[in-house]
């Protein structure tokens, strides 16, 4: 059984909703597999999670949420950069996972690339329609979450989420 999982961070309940919708539209397009909105901040990991939730109980108890400023939607590797929008990180996000990147990285290296993706899948960049997406012009996130994260994306699942603390209105 495939025991990888990631730490994702979570965007607020009106910010996910607008991305959860554009998702689901690339999705039935294209036929790719559904997901949840998320910005991974260290990603499939091989170890029972439940032995990090000490840390990340202390780490995130008085962490606040992160208001991420947008740069643009682009194209990349595929199946998992196929489609995804761009953050500029700020110091609050580089903090962040650089501590859970301290705890995480003697079991595997991780090249954090802060990102949203809106499609998984292999498909033609001449035929998105990338000029359609309107970005806000932030994101905030407003939770952490550990996801079981194996290849098949339908068996992702929750593991442990973590709300932030709210300093926006």
Same mark, same amino acid.
């Given at each position: 059984?495939?025991?990888?999982?990631?730490?994702?961070?979570?965007?607020?309940?009106?910010?996910?909703?607008?991305?959860?919708?554009?998702?689901?539209?690339?999705?039935?397009?294209?036929?790719?597999?559904? &997901?949840? /909105? %998320?910005?991974? *901040?260290?990603?499939?990991?091989?170890? +029972?999670? @439940? =032995?990090?939730?000490?840390?990340?109980?202390?780490?995130?108890?008085?962490?606040?949420?992160?208001?991420?400023?947008?740069?643009?939607?682009?194209?990349?590797?595929?199946?998992?950069?196929?489609?995804?929008?761009?953050f500029k990180p700020n110091i609050l996000l580089k903090a962040l996972q650089s501590k859970i990147n301290d705890k995480l990285k003697i079991?595997?290296?991780?090249? &954090?690339? /802060? %990102?949203?993706? *809106?499609?998984?899948?292999?498909?033609? +960049?001449? @035929? =998105?329609?990338?000029?359609?997406?309107?970005?806000?012009?932030?994101?905030?996130?407003?939770?952490?979450?550990?996801?079981?994260?194996?290849?098949?994306?339908?068996?992702?699942?929750?593991?442990?989420?973590?709300?932030?603390?709210?300093?926006?209105?």
């Amino acid at each position: 059984m495939d025991r990888r999982w990631s730490v994702w961070l979570i965007p607020s309940r009106k910010d996910r909703s607008k991305y959860e919708q554009i998702i689901g539209l690339y999705s039935k397009k294209y036929l790719f597999p559904k &997901f949840s /909105p %998320h910005l991974t *901040l260290f990603g499939r990991v091989d170890i +029972e999670p @439940e =032995l990090t939730f000490p840390f990340f109980d202390i780490l995130l108890k008085d962490q606040n949420d992160i208001r991420l400023e947008t740069l643009n939607v682009s194209t990349g590797d595929q199946p998992w950069k196929s489609l995804y929008i761009q953050f500029k990180p700020n110091i609050l996000l580089k903090a962040l996972q650089s501590k859970i990147n301290d705890k995480l990285k003697i079991h595997r290296d991780y090249n &954090f690339e /802060p %990102h949203m993706s *809106l499609a998984y899948g292999s498909l033609d +960049e001449e @035929e =998105l329609e990338i000029d359609e997406i309107s970005l806000d012009e932030t994101i905030r996130f407003s939770s952490v979450a550990l996801m079981h994260t194996s290849d098949d994306i339908e068996d992702w699942k929750l593991i442990k989420k973590y709300k932030l603390r709210s300093k926006h209105v």
